[in-house]
């Protein structure tokens, strides 16, 4: 079941960075904290994933809090083609399953 | 471009009529997922194989079956599609289930008539 909440839906003006919130309050300590987007009509793709430290990568960074209860992703700066759902999971490392929350439908404005 | 494949793209089928879907991947993955999406819902699992052991999520429906006939291919049968399964279908791969990203196909979208 998912264990994330997340806003239904998000404005980011292109070229600001665009800050996607998601609470996992429940999360265990060996549990991870992805993110993927889906754009449009394509299947999901992979963003970036952390455990406890901040990460970044080409595509955006991701911010853990300290109690690990909560998340942020930043996509330094927002184009039209990051519209897209983005969604927040949580996912144990030891199982093969990823299960999906509702999602943050991101919306670039030019 | 290693990926993974999904075809058809679109597949119409008659209500109660058995529709077959495929997917095939190059990145020789070790564990392959099939997914349920509906219209303005996030993708639902309905079950993986982690290489040819099955793992089927606890509620989805017995209509639903898969087959993995080995690496590379992976199939999911409906025997019997009711108009609530029109949906997108997403199948996934990855290399191996500790902490590794999964890589999606771009889905088949099921019409049922």
């Known amino acids: 079941d998912a264990k994330t909440t997340q806003p239904p839906s998000m404005d980011c003006a292109e070229g600001r960075a665009a800050n996607l919130p998601c609470n996992h309050s429940?999360?265990?300590?060996?549990?991870?904290v992805y993110w993927y987007r889906q754009i449009h009509s394509q299947g999901p793709q992979y963003i970036i994933h952390g455990l406890k430290n901040n990460e970044t990568n080409e595509m955006a960074s991701l911010i853990i809090t300290e109690d690990r209860k909560s998340s942020t992703l930043i996509l330094p700066h927002a184009t039209l083609r990051d519209t897209a759902v983005y969604y927040c999971?949580?996912?144990?490392?030891?199982?093969?399953?990823?299960?999906f929350g509702t999602g943050t439908s991101l919306t670039v404005i030019p | 471009d290693a990926m993974v494949i999904q075809n058809p793209r679109y597949q119409v089928t008659q209500f109660g009529k058995p529709v077959t879907l495929s997917c095939s991947q190059t990145?020789?993955?070790?564990?392959m997922y099939w997914y349920q999406q509906k219209s303005s819902q996030a993708p639902k699992l309905l079950f993986h194989y982690y290489d040819k052991d099955f793992n089927n999520e606890a509620d989805t429906p017995d209509n639903f079956q898969s087959r993995r006939p080995n690496t590379s291919f992976c199939f999911l049968d409906i025997r019997s599609p009711g108009l609530g399964d029109a949906a997108m279908y997403l199948c996934?791969?990855?290399?191996?289930?500790?902490?590794?990203?999964?890589?999606f196909g771009p889905g088949t979208r099921l019409t049922v008539l």
């Open positions: 990145l020789n993955h070790n564990v």
């Open positions: 996934a791969t990855s290399r191996e289930s500790r902490g590794d990203e999964q890589f």
């Open positions: 429940t999360i265990s300590g060996n549990e991870y």
């Open positions: 999971i949580v996912r144990v490392p030891t199982g093969n399953q990823f299960y």
